[in-house]
Structure formats: C-alpha cells, structure tokens
C-alpha cells in the first residue's frame, strides 16, 4: 500500500504537453519495488520561452537594489540554489520569499520597487507600451493598449504628445499616484496657448486581479465610476484579470503599490516610477516630458505660435 511506500527520487519528466512526473519507489513486506507514477501540469518554462519573457523585459527600467522585486524570474519565481545538487532551480516567489514578501519589498525599497530614470529613455532602445486588450472606460467604451494612448496622434509624430500612464493594482497604491499626476496636470493640462493644447495627458489605468474579483466587476466599477470626477471617465481605464506576463514586460511585480510609466507620441515607454513622488523625480518627469514634447515648454510654444501667425495671410481687400 501507499502508506508503506517512502519517496525514493523525484525526477521531473516532460513531454510535449508539458507534463511532470514524481517516481515513488515501495519499500514494503517482501521488499518488492513498486514504482508509482503522478502527472500533473508542468509549471516551468522552457529555456526558449524565458528567453523570450526576458525579451520582453523593458531593460531600461531600473530595479530597486534594496528590494526583492529585482529579483523575480519571469513567472514570478526566484532562482535559487539547491543545496543537495549545487544545481540552480525555480522557486516560485510566494514560497521562497514569504507569503507577505511584497509588504516587506516596499519597507525595503520605501514603496519605490522601480526607480526613476534620471534620463529618458533613449528612442532606439525604448519599447512600446504592452499591449493589454479588452480594457474599459468608465465611460463604458471597449479600448485597447497602447493605440489607445496614441489616438489623437493622427500625425504620428514621436514628439507630437506625451501620456503619462499611472498604473495601480491595489487601493494602497492607487492613493500613492496623485503625488505624480497632480503636479504633471497643473505643469501641463490647464496651459491654454493654442500650441500646447492636447499636448499632454493622464491616463489611470487600474488592473484587478482574482477570479473573485472578476465576479465582482460590475459592482467595482460601479464604485470607481462614483468617486472619478466625469471628465476624468474618458480616461480612466479598467481591467479585470490576471496579467503576471503582461506586468512582468514593465517589471511591476509587486502590486501593491503605484506605477508611473511616461509615453511618447509612438506609445514608447521613455521613463519610468514607482511611489511616491519626491520634489527631484517631479523635476526630472517635467523634464523629460518637455524633451519628449518640445511644445510643452512655453517659451518654444510662443515662438511657434507667433511662426504660425507670420505665415498667415492677409485677405484682399474687396474691390470698391
């Protein structure tokens, strides 16, 4: 019986439909060997497809040093030594780090698991925005990323516009994103020159995770709808599902607190933050928002406004 039999070796086995197996040897009465063989799905991915995931990866973000989120393998495992073999293997993060490892990443790291660049993004290394499909507004409308961010861009112009995204998974960091999107929309949105106008833009992008939580997905976004103001509906988005591939690309592995992730007009992530923002990011963010959209800066909006009026010409008078 089953009760008499001790584990001789486990030895992971795959086929083609990734299926792993655990080898039992008995060890009972008579001392006959018994071998007892269970299948289950198997977790891991195969080289080919980590190679693909780190790909994917937006390199340019830059990880925390003093958190953990640095050191997720795509899948949300960490890689750790076997201490029989000496041989590396997969741990998922949950079991290797402690179920409430993302509490203590954000201790560590002071809420701040990506760091902002100091710098934008260079155009030729930067990746588009990922694509996350079946997204919806409160205004009820069906979008998808990233064209969703480029809509008004008919020109498509890299330096047309900027879209600051601001990214949350929990209330904890939903609460930690105006520190961003306010001092981004008094820089930028109020300004009135024709020049700058639609230049700029904040879109909140909130992603629910949990079968649970998808069951409730009216009833969510019946509250969400009640606390936005109405003219920030059209921008706000909404997304029930888990999506462990689609954060793991902008390394947001801890979910508990805010993301912020600055667009060029191609839908291009150019920079990167996590947290709260200090007084030195928000300088940096305006920056690089004015670098991205030279329009944006006031002085060069006025010189191009007062271009386009030399250019306009004068009607004829009527003839008597």
């Not at 290394?125 to 919806?136: I, M, Q, R, T, Y």
Request: glycine share 6%.
């Amino acid at each position: 019986m089953l009760s008499h039999a001790r584990i001789h070796r486990v030895q992971w086995q795959t086929t083609g439909t990734q299926i792993a197996t655990w080898t039992i040897k008995k060890c009972g009465k008579g001392r006959s060997d018994c071998i007892a063989t269970f299948s289950f799905p198997r977790n891991f991915s195969s080289s080919d497809e980590e190679d693909d995931a780190h790909k994917k990866r937006h390199s340019h973000i830059q990880m925390n040093p003093n958190g953990y989120s640095k050191l997720i393998e795509p899948g949300d495992f960490i890689i750790k030594k076997d201490r029989r073999t000496g041989e590396d293997r997969k741990v998922f993060a949950d079991r290797s780090l402690g179920f409430f490892w993302m509490i203590k990443d954000l201790k560590d790291s002071k809420n701040k698991p990506i760091l902002s660049n100091e710098t934008a993004i260079p155009a030729q290394d930067a990746k588009l925005f990922p694509s996350l499909n079946d997204v919806s507004t409160l205004t009820g409308e069906k979008v998808d990323t990233p064209s969703f961010f480029t809509r008004n861009n008919r020109t498509k112009d890299a330096t047309a516009q900027c879209t600051l995204v601001a990214v949350s998974f929990k209330d904890f960091g939903f609460k930690l994103l105006p520190s961003w999107v306010v001092p981004f929309e008094k820089a930028f949105i109020p300004d009135s020159s024709p020049a700058t106008i639609g230049r700029a833009e904040v879109i909140h992008l909130s992603i629910t995770e949990g079968r649970l939580q998808s069951y409730l997905s009216g009833f969510i976004t019946s509250g969400v709808r009640k606390n936005t103001p109405e003219e920030k509906h059209s921008r706000t988005l909404l997304y029930f599902g888990d999506k462990t591939e689609w954060r793991d690309t902008l390394r947001m592995h801890n979910t508990l607190t805010g993301y912020v992730f600055l667009l060029d007009g191609m839908g291009r992530v150019r920079w990167a933050g996590s947290g709260s923002a200090t007084e030195n990011e928000l300088n940096t963010l305006t920056s690089i928002a004015k670098e991205l959209t030279p329009l944006l800066d006031p002085s060069i909006a006025k010189q191009q406004v007062q271009k386009q009026k030399s250019h306009v010409k004068r009607r004829p008078p009527r003839p008597k």
